[in-house]
C-alpha cells in the first residue's frame, strides 16, 4: 500500500511536472533530463498508441530501445498475464486505457526482454491531456516489481510448507480468544476432537467432548498457563466409536501492553499411539524386570546397556554395576572366541538360540547358561546392539547329567538285559533302532528296513493286540505289549514283550514314541509249558481215585484234589475254615498230628495208615504217603502227599494178622504143652541113667526153642504189618541189656564165646524187651553164620548223639549186593546158603523196624569170608 | 510156709496144659487144684481160698482178664496173687491192667514158671 503511495506521489509530481513544464514553455529540456533521470521506466505514447518517448529506466527495463513513433502500446515485445497466459499489446492496460479513455491502473504483468527472460512489472497509465483539454496520449510507469512478488512467493510457499508440516505432524491447531471466548480451530483439531469438518463446534462443546476426568486438570492447566504463559496439559476423549483418544494440548499466551492475556494460541496431538506405545514400555519393563532369565541389553562394542534383576541374580553383579561396563567380563577366558562369533552373527542380522556355554559370576564362579541373542535394531534398521537371554540352566545341567548317567545305566540295562531299542518319529514314521532290536526280529540292518518293513514281521493274529495297546498308549503315555512276530526264513514264531513311552509336544500331540523290545520266547514257552503241566497235573490230580494234597513246608495243607471233597462230602471252605483233621478218625488224630509234624520237621517221608470219615460217615482206612519236593539245593518247597483206600486190604490184612495171632496162639498152646511135659521129663530123668533119652529130650527141647522163635518172629511180622508193633519205652542201661542178653544166650550156646567191651556206659529211653530182641537176633545171625569160627564180639559205644551196639563174627561175611537187601522183608539170599540158614531175612526185617521206630539206625559192614558188623544206633536224645 | 500147705489154684480150659502144669507145681510139693471153666468162679476161689491163682488169658467162655478184675474187685478174695499166663500178643500189658500180679507168656521155661509161682507165694514183686 505503501507502494502504491509512493507511486501517487511520484506520479502526481511527473503529472504536475508534465502539465506544468510539458509542451508550454521552454524548460523542456529540464524536464526531459529529469524524467530520463527518474529511476522508474517512464514512456509516453500518442493518442493512437505510438511510442513517443521513454527514459533511461525504461530501457533498462525492457533491455531495448522501441523505436518511437512506430511501436506501439509498450516497449516490451510480448507481456504476459501472472498466470503465465500471453496479453496481446492491443489489449495492454495502455491500449485499454485509450481505447476506452478509461484508466486501467494497478495491473501486474509480467514483460519480456529480449533475452527471454520475465519481469513483473506495475502498470499505472496516465491519459495525457494538452491545455485545450484535448486528449494528446498516455504516459504509463512500469514498477518492476519482481522482488516483491518473489518474496511473496517465497512467504506463501513458507505458509504452505508450515501448514503441510504442521498437518504432517497431526496437530491440530486453534486460537482462542479470551475477551470474546470465541474459538478458531484447524479441521485436523476437530478431527482430533471427534467433530466433523464442517461442524462448527463453540469452545465449550470443545471442553465438553473431554472425559469428565480430565476436565478439572485442563482447568487446572490453563488457570496455570494464565500465570506462566504456557499451557500443557494431557486429556482423553471418548471416542463415538468406543475406545479413548488421548490428546495433548499445547499452547501460548498471549498478554497485551497491559499484561491482560487476549488470547491463546495452541496445537492439539492425537497422542493415543504413544501413550498405548508408553504403556506397552511400561509393561515390557516390568516384564524384563521380573523375567526368570537374565536380559541384558549391549551395544556391538559389547558395552551393557540393560541389566535386570535376573541378571544381578544369576551374575551377582548389580545394575549400578554393570551399565556401561563391557559383557566380556562375564565371559570365561577360554570362551572369549564365543563372544566374537556371536557378535559376528548378530552383526549379519542372525540370531542365536539356546546356544549353552558357561559365564563367570561376580564370585569367580562359573555358572551353566542357555543363551539367546537378538540383534537390537534402530529405527532405520540399522543393527546398533543386542539383547541377550540368558538362563541359568546349572540346575538342568545337573538333571542332564544325573539323565545322562541314567541313561548310561539304562543303556547298561538294556544291554545286560538283550534288550533292543527303538525311537519312532510320528510325524514322519521314521524309526531308529538298535542293533540287538534288529537282531531280535531277524532284520538284514545293510536293509535297512523302515517302519513297514518292520510292520510286517508282526503275527497275523497279533495285529489287533498291537493296535490295541497303541491306543492304550497313546492316551496314558506308555506302551506294553506282548504279541507275537513271525521271522527269519522260516518265519519262526517268537514272542516279544514291547515296552516304550510316548512323547508329545505342547499340544499334547503325539511326536514321538521311544521303547524297548525284549525276545521273550523262552520264557513265553517255558510260561506256556508250566501251564499247560499244570492244568495237565489238575486234571490228573482231579481225575485219581486217590486222594491227592500238598502242603507248605510248614505243613499246611493247601491244596486237595478233587476226590478229597468227592470223598469226604465237605466242601472246600468247610476244610479251609475248620481243617482237614475233621475228616480223621479221632482215635487216630493224635498220632497223625504227631507224625505229620515230625516229617516236617525231618523232612522225612511221612508215611501212615489212618481212617477218614466218608461223606456218609464211614471210615475207611487210607494209607498216606507224603514226599517232600525239593529245590536244586535240596531245601523242600513243599510237600505233595496222597491217601490211598486201603480199607480192603487193611481188613483183609487185619483177619490175616488176627488169624496169624490166633494160629500163633494156637500154636503155642501145643508148644507149652509139648515144651512142659518134655521139661518135666528132663527134670525126671535128669539124675538118670538114660543118656539116649537125656539126650533126645535135649533135642526135642532146642527144637521146641526153634519153633517158638520163628512162631515170635511170625507174630512180630504181623504185627508189624498191622501196625501193631507197639513199643514200651523205658529208662533202662544200656551195658546192663547187652549183659542180661549175652549171659541169657551163652548158656545155650556153648560152641561160641561172646566177648563184651564198652566203651561208655549209657542209658537209654526205648522198648528194652525189642531192643534185646534185636540183639538176640544178631547175636543168632552172627551164631548162625559163623560156624567155623567161635568168636562173638560185642562192643557198646557213643558215636554223636547215638548209642550205638556191634556184633562182629568171623563168619562167611555178606557180599555187598546183599548187604543193601538184607533188611528187606522176607529177603532170603539165593543159592544152596538159604536151606543151611532158614528163617534168615526175616529177623532182621523184624530188628530193622524195631531200630526205625525207635528213629535209630541199622547198618552192616561185612566182607565175604571174613566175618560182618552188625550195629545198631539208638538217638540219646530221648533219654 | 511149708509148700505141702501151699494151695495153688491152676484154671485153664485146655486139659493138657492143666494136666502139664499141675504135674510141674507137684514137682515143687505144692497142694494143686484145678479148674477147667470159669464158672461160679468167684464162689469157687472164695471156698477153695487158694494162696495163688494161675490162671490163662484165654478161657472158653469168659475172658481171663474180665475174670482177673472181678478178683481184683471182689474184697473177700482181691489179696490173693494172680500169675496169668497166655500165648497172646501183648498179653502181658492187658493182663497186668487187669490187675494181675504176674505174667508168664506162652510157651515157657519149667524153671521160670516155677520161680514165678514161688515168688508169688512168697509175696514178692518182680
Given at each position: 500500500m505503501k507502494l502504491n503511495a509512493g507511486n501517487d506521489v511520484i506520479q502526481t509530481s511527473v503529472q504536475s511536472s508534465i502539465v506544468g513544464a510539458g509542451f508550454v514553455n521552454g524548460n523542456e529540456k529540464f524536464y526531459n533530463d529529469l524524467i530520463d533521470n527518474l529511476p522508474i521506466a517512464i514512456y509516453v505514447c500518442d493518442k493512437n498508441g505510438y511510442i513517443q518517448s521513454y527514459n533511461k529506466a525504461a530501457i533498462e527495463l525492457w533491455q531495448r530501445e522501441p523505436e518511437i513513433g512506430k511501436e506501439r502500446w509498450d516497449g516490451a515485445t510480448k507481456i504476459f498475464n501472472v498466470d503465465g497466459s500471453i496479453i496481446p499489446l492491443e489489449e495492454s492496460s495502455v491500449a485499454q486505457t485509450l481505447k476506452e479513455g478509461k484508466v486501467v491502473t494497478g495491473k501486474e504483468m509480467f514483460i519480456e526482454r529480449p533475452d527471454q527472460s520475465r519481469v513483473c512489472v506495475l502498470t499505472n497509465p496516465q491519459l495525457l491531456y494538452d491545455v485545450e483539454g484535448e486528449l494528446k496520449g498516455v504516459i504509463n510507469t512500469l514498477l518492476d516489481i519482481t522482488e516483491i512478488r518473489r518474496s511473496q512467493e517465497v512467504i506463501q510457499e513458507n505458509e504452505e510448507k508450515l501448514r503441510v508440516a504442521i498437518n504432517a505432524t497431526g496437530l491440530g491447531t486453534f486460537e482462542i480468544n479470551l475477551l470474546t471466548d470465541e474459538i478458531e480451530y484447524s479441521d485436523r483439531y476437530l478431527e482430533i476432537y471427534g467433530f466433523d469438518k464442517n461442524d462448527r463446534p463453540t469452545r465449550r462443546e470443545v471442553i465438553d467432548t473431554l472425559h469428565p476426568n480430565d476436565k478439572i486438570k485442563r482447568l487446572d492447566s490453563f488457570e496455570e498457563a494464565l500465570n506462566s504463559g504456557w499451557l500443557e496439559y494431557k486429556a482423553r476423549v471418548p471416542l463415538k466409536s468406543g475406545g479413548i483418544r488421548w490428546i495433548k494440548v499445547k499452547g501460548k499466551v498471549i498478554f497485551d501492553a497491559n499484561n491482560k492475556p487476549i488470547k491463546t494460541l495452541g496445537t492439539v496431538a492425537d497422542i493415543t499411539e504413544t501413550k498405548i506405545a508408553e504403556e506397552k514400555l511400561a509393561k515390557l519393563a516390568a516384564v524384563v524386570q521380573s523375567s526368570e532369565d537374565a536380559i541384558i541389553g549391549k551395544r556391538l562394542d559389547g558395552t551393557i546397556t540393560s541389566w535386570n534383576d535376573a541378571a544381578e541374580r544369576i551374575f551377582g553383579y548389580t545394575e549400578s554395576e554393570m551399565l556401561g561396563d563391557s559383557i566380556y567380563k562375564l565371559i570365561p577366558e577360554d570362551r572369549i572366541d564365543e563372544e566374537k562369533n556371536i557378535i559376528e552373527k548378530i552383526t549379519k542380522g542372525e540370531r542365536v538360540h539356546h546356544f549353552e556355554t558357561k559365564r563367570v559370576r561376580k564370585d569367580k564362579s562359573e555358572v551353566d547358561i542357555s543363551l539367546s541373542v537378538s540383534p537390537i535394531k534402530d529405527p532405520q534398521g540399522k543393527i546398533i546392539g543386542a539383547s541377550k537371554i540368558a538362563r541359568d540352566i546349572t540346575e538342568q545341567k545337573k538333571i542332564e547329567n544325573i539323565v545322562s548317567e541314567n541313561e548310561h545305566r539304562l543303556n547298561m540295562a538294556v544291554q545286560a538285559a538283550e534288550m533292543g531299542t527303538w525311537e519312532l518319529d510320528m510325524l514322519t514314521d521314521e524309526v531308529r533302532y538298535s542293533k540287538r532290536y534288529l537282531e531280535i526280529l531277524e532284520l538284514d540292518p545293510l536293509k535297512k528296513p523302515d517302519h513297514n518293513e518292520i510292520l510286517k514281521v508282526i503275527h497275523p493274529d497279533d495285529k489287533e493286540i498291537r493296535m490295541r495297546a497303541l491306543k492304550v498308549a497313546l492316551d496314558t503315555g506308555i506302551l506294553d505289549l506282548e504279541m507275537r512276530i513271525k521271522v527269519g526264513e522260516n518265519k519262526t514264531t517268537k514272542w516279544i514283550r514291547s515296552r516304550g513311552k510316548v512323547f508329545y509336544d505342547a499340544d499334547r500331540k503325539p511326536i514321538k514314541m521311544m521303547g524297548t523290545i525284549l525276545d521273550i520266547t523262552r520264557q513265553k514257552t517255558i510260561f506256556e509249558t508250566l501251564r499247560t503241566s499244570e492244568e495237565k497235573f489238575r486234571l490228573l490230580a482231579n481225575s485219581m481215585p486217590q486222594l491227592v494234597w500238598t502242603s507248605d513246608t510248614k505243613g499246611n495243607l493247601n491244596y486237595f484234589n478233587q476226590s478229597v471233597y468227592d470223598y469226604s462230602g465237605i466242601t472246600q471252605e468247610q476244610i479251609e475254615k475248620d481243617?482237614?483233621?475233621?475228616?480223621?478218625?479221632p482215635d487216630d488224630r493224635e498220632e497223625n498230628i504227631h507224625k505229620w509234624q515230625h516229617a516236617i520237621e525231618t523232612g522225612k517221608d511221612f508215611l501212615f495208615e489212618h481212617r477218614f470219615r466218608k461223606h456218609n460217615g464211614e471210615y475207611r482206612w487210607q494209607l498216606s504217603r507224603a514226599i517232600p519236593q525239593r529245590d536244586d539245593e535240596g531245601a523242600i518247597q513243599m510237600w505233595v502227599g496222597t491217601s490211598t483206600d486201603i480199607h480192603e486190604i487193611k481188613e483183609n490184612e487185619q483177619q490175616k494178622d488176627l488169624f496169624i495171632s490166633m494160629a500163633s496162639h494156637e500154636l503155642k498152646t501145643p508148644i507149652t504143652s509139648i515144651k512142659g511135659y518134655v521139661q518135666i521129663l528132663m527134670k525126671m530123668h535128669q539124675n538118670g541113667n538114660d543118656d539116649f533119652l537125656k539126650t533126645s529130650l535135649i533135642t526135642v527141647d532146642k527144637q521146641i526153642g526153634i519153633l517158638t522163635n520163628l512162631i515170635g518172629d511170625l507174630l512180630d511180622l504181623s504185627k508189624i504189618k498191622s501196625g501193631n508193633l507197639q513199643l514200651n519205652k523205658e529208662e533202662f542201661c544200656l551195658n546192663e541189656m547187652v549183659n542180661e542178653v549175652v549171659n541169657d544166650i551163652q548158656p545155650t550156646e556153648p560152641g561160641h564165646t561172646f566177648v563184651f567191651t564198652s566203651e561208655k556206659e549209657c542209658y537209654l529211653f526205648a522198648d528194652k524187651g525189642r531192643i534185646g530182641q534185636v540183639l538176640i537176633n544178631f547175636l543168632t545171625n552172627a551164631i548162625k553164620y559163623s560156624p567155623n569160627s567161635t568168636l562173638i564180639k560185642i562192643s557198646s559205644g557213643v558215636v554223636d548223639d547215638y548209642a550205638v551196639v556191634s556184633v562182629e563174627d568171623s563168619g562167611i561175611g555178606i557180599n555187598k549186593a546183599d548187604q543193601k537187601k538184607i533188611?528187606?522183608?522176607?529177603y532170603r539170599v539165593e543159592g544152596k546158603d538159604e536151606k543151611t540158614f532158614p528163617g534168615f531175612g526175616i529177623g532182621l526185617f523184624i530188628a530193622s523196624e524195631i531200630i526205625q521206630r525207635h528213629e535209630g539206625k541199622i547198618e552192616v559192614k561185612s566182607e565175604p569170608g571174613k566175618g560182618s558188623i552188625f550195629s545198631f544206633y539208638l538217638p540219646l536224645e530221648n533219654t | 510156709m511149708n509148700r505141702e500147705d501151699t494151695h495153688i489154684l491152676i484154671i485153664d480150659d485146655n486139659e493138657d496144659i492143666l494136666v502139664m502144669l499141675k504135674a510141674m507145681l507137684q514137682f515143687k510139693d505144692y497142694k494143686v487144684t484145678i479148674k477147667d471153666n470159669a464158672h461160679q468162679i468167684e464162689n469157687f476161689i472164695q471156698q477153695a481160698n487158694p494162696d495163688v491163682i494161675l490162671m490163662d488169658m484165654l478161657l472158653s467162655g469168659a475172658n481171663g482178664t474180665e475174670i482177673c478184675k472181678q478178683i481184683k474187685e471182689n474184697?473177700?478174695?482181691?489179696s490173693i496173687p494172680v500169675v496169668m499166663i497166655s500165648a497172646m500178643p501183648q498179653a502181658e500189658k492187658k493182663c497186668l491192667d487187669a490187675g494181675a500180679d504176674y505174667f508168664v507168656g506162652k510157651p515157657f521155661e519149667m524153671d521160670n514158671m516155677l520161680d514165678t509161682v514161688e515168688m508169688a507165694v512168697n509175696g514178692i514183686t518182680e
Amino acid at each position: 500500500m505503501k507502494l502504491n503511495a509512493g507511486n501517487d506521489v511520484i506520479q502526481t509530481s511527473v503529472q504536475s511536472s508534465i502539465v506544468g513544464a510539458g509542451f508550454v514553455n521552454g524548460n523542456e529540456k529540464f524536464y526531459n533530463d529529469l524524467i530520463d533521470n527518474l529511476p522508474i521506466a517512464i514512456y509516453v505514447c500518442d493518442k493512437n498508441g505510438y511510442i513517443q518517448s521513454y527514459n533511461k529506466a525504461a530501457i533498462e527495463l525492457w533491455q531495448r530501445e522501441p523505436e518511437i513513433g512506430k511501436e506501439r502500446w509498450d516497449g516490451a515485445t510480448k507481456i504476459f498475464n501472472v498466470d503465465g497466459s500471453i496479453i496481446p499489446l492491443e489489449e495492454s492496460s495502455v491500449a485499454q486505457t485509450l481505447k476506452e479513455g478509461k484508466v486501467v491502473t494497478g495491473k501486474e504483468m509480467f514483460i519480456e526482454r529480449p533475452d527471454q527472460s520475465r519481469v513483473c512489472v506495475l502498470t499505472n497509465p496516465q491519459l495525457l491531456y494538452d491545455v485545450e483539454g484535448e486528449l494528446k496520449g498516455v504516459i504509463n510507469t512500469l514498477l518492476d516489481i519482481t522482488e516483491i512478488r518473489r518474496s511473496q512467493e517465497v512467504i506463501q510457499e513458507n505458509e504452505e510448507k508450515l501448514r503441510v508440516a504442521i498437518n504432517a505432524t497431526g496437530l491440530g491447531t486453534f486460537e482462542i480468544n479470551l475477551l470474546t471466548d470465541e474459538i478458531e480451530y484447524s479441521d485436523r483439531y476437530l478431527e482430533i476432537y471427534g467433530f466433523d469438518k464442517n461442524d462448527r463446534p463453540t469452545r465449550r462443546e470443545v471442553i465438553d467432548t473431554l472425559h469428565p476426568n480430565d476436565k478439572i486438570k485442563r482447568l487446572d492447566s490453563f488457570e496455570e498457563a494464565l500465570n506462566s504463559g504456557w499451557l500443557e496439559y494431557k486429556a482423553r476423549v471418548p471416542l463415538k466409536s468406543g475406545g479413548i483418544r488421548w490428546i495433548k494440548v499445547k499452547g501460548k499466551v498471549i498478554f497485551d501492553a497491559n499484561n491482560k492475556p487476549i488470547k491463546t494460541l495452541g496445537t492439539v496431538a492425537d497422542i493415543t499411539e504413544t501413550k498405548i506405545a508408553e504403556e506397552k514400555l511400561a509393561k515390557l519393563a516390568a516384564v524384563v524386570q521380573s523375567s526368570e532369565d537374565a536380559i541384558i541389553g549391549k551395544r556391538l562394542d559389547g558395552t551393557i546397556t540393560s541389566w535386570n534383576d535376573a541378571a544381578e541374580r544369576i551374575f551377582g553383579y548389580t545394575e549400578s554395576e554393570m551399565l556401561g561396563d563391557s559383557i566380556y567380563k562375564l565371559i570365561p577366558e577360554d570362551r572369549i572366541d564365543e563372544e566374537k562369533n556371536i557378535i559376528e552373527k548378530i552383526t549379519k542380522g542372525e540370531r542365536v538360540h539356546h546356544f549353552e556355554t558357561k559365564r563367570v559370576r561376580k564370585d569367580k564362579s562359573e555358572v551353566d547358561i542357555s543363551l539367546s541373542v537378538s540383534p537390537i535394531k534402530d529405527p532405520q534398521g540399522k543393527i546398533i546392539g543386542a539383547s541377550k537371554i540368558a538362563r541359568d540352566i546349572t540346575e538342568q545341567k545337573k538333571i542332564e547329567n544325573i539323565v545322562s548317567e541314567n541313561e548310561h545305566r539304562l543303556n547298561m540295562a538294556v544291554q545286560a538285559a538283550e534288550m533292543g531299542t527303538w525311537e519312532l518319529d510320528m510325524l514322519t514314521d521314521e524309526v531308529r533302532y538298535s542293533k540287538r532290536y534288529l537282531e531280535i526280529l531277524e532284520l538284514d540292518p545293510l536293509k535297512k528296513p523302515d517302519h513297514n518293513e518292520i510292520l510286517k514281521v508282526i503275527h497275523p493274529d497279533d495285529k489287533e493286540i498291537r493296535m490295541r495297546a497303541l491306543k492304550v498308549a497313546l492316551d496314558t503315555g506308555i506302551l506294553d505289549l506282548e504279541m507275537r512276530i513271525k521271522v527269519g526264513e522260516n518265519k519262526t514264531t517268537k514272542w516279544i514283550r514291547s515296552r516304550g513311552k510316548v512323547f508329545y509336544d505342547a499340544d499334547r500331540k503325539p511326536i514321538k514314541m521311544m521303547g524297548t523290545i525284549l525276545d521273550i520266547t523262552r520264557q513265553k514257552t517255558i510260561f506256556e509249558t508250566l501251564r499247560t503241566s499244570e492244568e495237565k497235573f489238575r486234571l490228573l490230580a482231579n481225575s485219581m481215585p486217590q486222594l491227592v494234597w500238598t502242603s507248605d513246608t510248614k505243613g499246611n495243607l493247601n491244596y486237595f484234589n478233587q476226590s478229597v471233597y468227592d470223598y469226604s462230602g465237605i466242601t472246600q471252605e468247610q476244610i479251609e475254615k475248620d481243617g482237614w483233621l475233621q475228616i480223621v478218625h479221632p482215635d487216630d488224630r493224635e498220632e497223625n498230628i504227631h507224625k505229620w509234624q515230625h516229617a516236617i520237621e525231618t523232612g522225612k517221608d511221612f508215611l501212615f495208615e489212618h481212617r477218614f470219615r466218608k461223606h456218609n460217615g464211614e471210615y475207611r482206612w487210607q494209607l498216606s504217603r507224603a514226599i517232600p519236593q525239593r529245590d536244586d539245593e535240596g531245601a523242600i518247597q513243599m510237600w505233595v502227599g496222597t491217601s490211598t483206600d486201603i480199607h480192603e486190604i487193611k481188613e483183609n490184612e487185619q483177619q490175616k494178622d488176627l488169624f496169624i495171632s490166633m494160629a500163633s496162639h494156637e500154636l503155642k498152646t501145643p508148644i507149652t504143652s509139648i515144651k512142659g511135659y518134655v521139661q518135666i521129663l528132663m527134670k525126671m530123668h535128669q539124675n538118670g541113667n538114660d543118656d539116649f533119652l537125656k539126650t533126645s529130650l535135649i533135642t526135642v527141647d532146642k527144637q521146641i526153642g526153634i519153633l517158638t522163635n520163628l512162631i515170635g518172629d511170625l507174630l512180630d511180622l504181623s504185627k508189624i504189618k498191622s501196625g501193631n508193633l507197639q513199643l514200651n519205652k523205658e529208662e533202662f542201661c544200656l551195658n546192663e541189656m547187652v549183659n542180661e542178653v549175652v549171659n541169657d544166650i551163652q548158656p545155650t550156646e556153648p560152641g561160641h564165646t561172646f566177648v563184651f567191651t564198652s566203651e561208655k556206659e549209657c542209658y537209654l529211653f526205648a522198648d528194652k524187651g525189642r531192643i534185646g530182641q534185636v540183639l538176640i537176633n544178631f547175636l543168632t545171625n552172627a551164631i548162625k553164620y559163623s560156624p567155623n569160627s567161635t568168636l562173638i564180639k560185642i562192643s557198646s559205644g557213643v558215636v554223636d548223639d547215638y548209642a550205638v551196639v556191634s556184633v562182629e563174627d568171623s563168619g562167611i561175611g555178606i557180599n555187598k549186593a546183599d548187604q543193601k537187601k538184607i533188611f528187606n522183608r522176607f529177603y532170603r539170599v539165593e543159592g544152596k546158603d538159604e536151606k543151611t540158614f532158614p528163617g534168615f531175612g526175616i529177623g532182621l526185617f523184624i530188628a530193622s523196624e524195631i531200630i526205625q521206630r525207635h528213629e535209630g539206625k541199622i547198618e552192616v559192614k561185612s566182607e565175604p569170608g571174613k566175618g560182618s558188623i552188625f550195629s545198631f544206633y539208638l538217638p540219646l536224645e530221648n533219654t | 510156709m511149708n509148700r505141702e500147705d501151699t494151695h495153688i489154684l491152676i484154671i485153664d480150659d485146655n486139659e493138657d496144659i492143666l494136666v502139664m502144669l499141675k504135674a510141674m507145681l507137684q514137682f515143687k510139693d505144692y497142694k494143686v487144684t484145678i479148674k477147667d471153666n470159669a464158672h461160679q468162679i468167684e464162689n469157687f476161689i472164695q471156698q477153695a481160698n487158694p494162696d495163688v491163682i494161675l490162671m490163662d488169658m484165654l478161657l472158653s467162655g469168659a475172658n481171663g482178664t474180665e475174670i482177673c478184675k472181678q478178683i481184683k474187685e471182689n474184697p473177700a478174695i482181691a489179696s490173693i496173687p494172680v500169675v496169668m499166663i497166655s500165648a497172646m500178643p501183648q498179653a502181658e500189658k492187658k493182663c497186668l491192667d487187669a490187675g494181675a500180679d504176674y505174667f508168664v507168656g506162652k510157651p515157657f521155661e519149667m524153671d521160670n514158671m516155677l520161680d514165678t509161682v514161688e515168688m508169688a507165694v512168697n509175696g514178692i514183686t518182680e
